[in-house]
Nanobody
Framework: QVKLRETGGGLVQAGGSLKLSCEAS???????MGWFRQVPGKEREFVAG????????YYEESVKGRFTISRDTTKNTMFLQMDSLKREDAAVYYC?????????????????????WGQGTQVTVSS
């Protein structure tokens, strides 16, 4: 059974940095993982994704140049380095992983079906 555990959320001042981690367990055939975020009353939105074998990265437009997604394949852990944080970045951040041998249109990395989710970690940005 795939399990995802996020750590690293917290309170940070606008302009500051925070690094999230997501440790995956229960599988070894990952194609892609990603970070999503959600604020109350809004749909969960894609933030960044990474092709696990090759390390190709994808970003939502508003975080390009400020956030960096990476992974450590030896530890089955994904990271999200968030710099120059803005108040609008505040949200619950979720780690997600793909379901193997599936295809979903319109996702990043292309074709990824995000079927496994972490419990979420709160990121709060103060002014």
């Amino acid at each position: 059974q795939v399990k995802l555990r996020e750590t690293g959320g917290g309170l940070v001042q606008a302009g500051g940095s925070l690094k999230l981690s997501c440790e995956a367990s229960g599988r070894s055939d990952t194609y892609a993982m990603g970070w999503f975020r959600q604020v109350p009353g809004k749909e969960r939105e894609f933030v960044a994704g990474i092709n696990w074998p090759f390390g190709t990265t994808y970003y939502e437009e508003s975080v390009k140049g400020r956030f960096t997604i990476s992974r450590d394949t030896t530890k089955n852990t994904m990271f999200l380095q968030m710099d120059s944080l803005k108040r609008e970045d505040a949200a619950v951040y979720y780690c997600a992983a793909d379901a193997p041998h599936t295809y979903c249109a319109g996702t990043l990395p292309p074709g990824t079906c995000y079927n496994y989710w972490g419990q979420g970690t709160q990121v709060t940005v103060s002014s």
